[in-house]
């Protein structure tokens, strides 16, 4: 399994006035292999669900493809919400405030929410811990005025800026990087350049058709990418760098959602979509790995009238804890096998020892 940037590390930030030590350790001395700790086996058998779409979002459908693994795995780990019921809003703009109270349960500040804070900012705002934090650590500045603008649509340069901010405040080192590449490099202001560069250079931030697009508002679906990829950063030769590695997905098993598996078998220009049948899935330190099996169709009769379950005419045994899941929904789905005692046109079953596990079906 390939070394993951893990997310506790990279949110070790530290104080403005403390600087000296970096908050990513030095890696200690790796194990010889000889007596190098096997990955501990979880789960063998079932079905595992590999999503083409957000499974807590219903806006964030096939049109996001770009997004949906990154607003999933934010969403997984409490650093975003909705808008609304299952809503996620990923065209809206962002204001300041609000990408703030990101970064902040990101890189988790909340240890540095005491002292003054913006004059516009209430101490009744929601946001308002998040912003005095990054105040006290020096990722928020004011204007010429002193105050914040919490309110105020942020730029995508302005949201790059404060995220080089809060990433440099966790001891990762960036390599200049340049912007000659982008046909709109120009319009990148000067306080924004040094930062826009370094994170084009270590593949945070790639731009859309050849632009920056430097003073537009930043949407919360780009927002999603650009955190994710900060919180995904790696070291190379001393420097920080993102890099996408296709074979790692986000899987769904049973009633549990998995922001970041490994798939040990995967096969590049191989379309990943759909249920499979789940081999193995392990874990160690890095997380979790899983192999697959051949992928297995959505077309089972299934009838559960409160005490039997029938697929396709026939009773099977159903194991304790048994869960029914809404695959088009995910988020919908419900604890405990249930129904309304009607017919699902649609669905399939994990079988293990002989015993469904998880219930499958489209409504």
Request: aromatic residues 8%; proline residues 4%; glycine residues 8%.
């Amino acid at each position: 399994m390939r070394k993951k940037w893990m997310r506790a590390a990279a949110a070790m930030l530290m104080s403005a006035l403390m600087l000296t030590t970096p908050a990513c350790a030095a890696a200690p001395e790796e194990t010889p292999a000889e007596s190098a700790p096997q990955a501990e086996i979880v789960r063998e058998g079932g079905l595992a669900y590999v999503p083409d779409r957000s499974v807590y979002f219903a806006d964030v459908n096939v049109n996001y493809s770009w997004a949906f693994h990154a607003i999933d795995y934010l969403a997984n780990t409490g650093v975003v919400s909705g808008t609304g019921n299952l809503i996620y809003s990923p065209g809206r703009s962002l204001s300041r405030a609000d990408f703030i109270l990101m970064l902040y349960r990101a890189y988790d500040m909340e240890k540095y929410a005491s002292g003054d804070n913006f004059p516009d900012v209430p101490d009744t705002a929601y946001y308002a811990d998040a912003v005095r934090a990054a105040r006290a650590i020096g990722i928020a500045t004011g204007d010429e005025k002193g105050n914040f603008n919490p309110s105020q649509t942020l730029t995508r340069q302005d949201a790059m800026v404060l995220l080089k901010r809060t990433l440099d405040r966790t001891g990762l080192q960036f390599t200049a990087g340049s912007l000659a590449g982008f046909s709109d490099s120009a319009q990148v202001a000067d306080y924004a350049a040094e930062p826009v560069a370094a994170l084009v250079q270590a593949g945070v931030i790639g731009g859309s058709e050849g632009k920056l697009s430097p003073s537009a508002a930043v949407t919360r679906a780009e927002m999603a990418v650009m955190l994710y990829r900060a919180l995904h950063l790696q070291t190379d030769s001393g420097t920080a760098v993102y890099e996408t590695v296709p074979s790692v997905r986000l899987v769904c098993i049973g009633s549990t959602i998995y922001p970041d598996v490994e798939i040990e078998n995967y096969q590049a220009g191989t379309l990943y979509v759909g249920l499979y049948a789940l081999e193995q899935m392990t874990r160690d330190e890095d997380g979790y790995a899983i192999t697959l099996g051949a992928s297995e169709s959505i077309d089972d009769q299934i009838i559960w009238d409160g005490t039997n379950l029938s697929v396709n005419g026939q009773i099977v045994p159903v194991a304790a804890g048994c869960e029914a899941i809404a695959v088009d929904m995910y988020s919908k789905r419900t604890a405990g096998l249930c129904s309304t005692g009607g017919e699902y046109s649609a669905g399939a079953v994990s079988m293990v020892d002989g015993a469904v596990q998880t219930v499958y079906y489209k409504k």
